[in-house]
């Protein structure tokens, strides 16, 4: 599988993105998809996962509420969608792969995209 990850942007204070990760190949509707995010001088944090079919999903506390996961299968396709951001959220963005839900171990993605910059000014 190889993921391609897009989206992002320069936003203000309280704005909204939505980043894209597309996937190629087949089976994509048997992996659990994950987005992380890295900011300069920081491991990759957990953001968001959802399921084989998209009937559940887990965010991270600092994002609950304001952040949005989805996918569509028909397409090979997962979206988060970015609302009310704050500069702390300023990081690039990367979309994974892997099987078993356990979300927030990223130790166990197989794949990853390239990541997506965003960036939040204040």
Known sequence: VQLQ???????????????SCGA???LFDT??????????????EFVSGIDESGGRVE????V??????????????VYLQLDSLKPEDTAR???GARIAW????????????????VTVSS
Not at 31 to 44: I, L, S, T
Not at 64 to 76: A, C, E, V
């Open 24 to 26: 190629s190949g087949r």
């Open 102 to 117: 356990r979300p927030r171990t990223i130790e166990e993605y197989y794949y990853w995209g390239q990541g997506t910059q």
């Open 64 to 77: 609950k509420g304001r952040f949005t996961i989805s996918r569509d299968n028909n397409h090979n396709m």
């Open 5 to 19: 990850a897009s989206g992002g942007g320069l936003v203000q204070t309280g704005g909204s993105l939505r980043l």
């Open 31 to 44: 992996y659990v998809m994950g987005w992380f995010r890295q900011a300069p001088g920081k491991e990759r």
């Open 59 to 62: 965010y991270a506390d600092s």
């Open 93 to 95: 963005y990367y979309c």
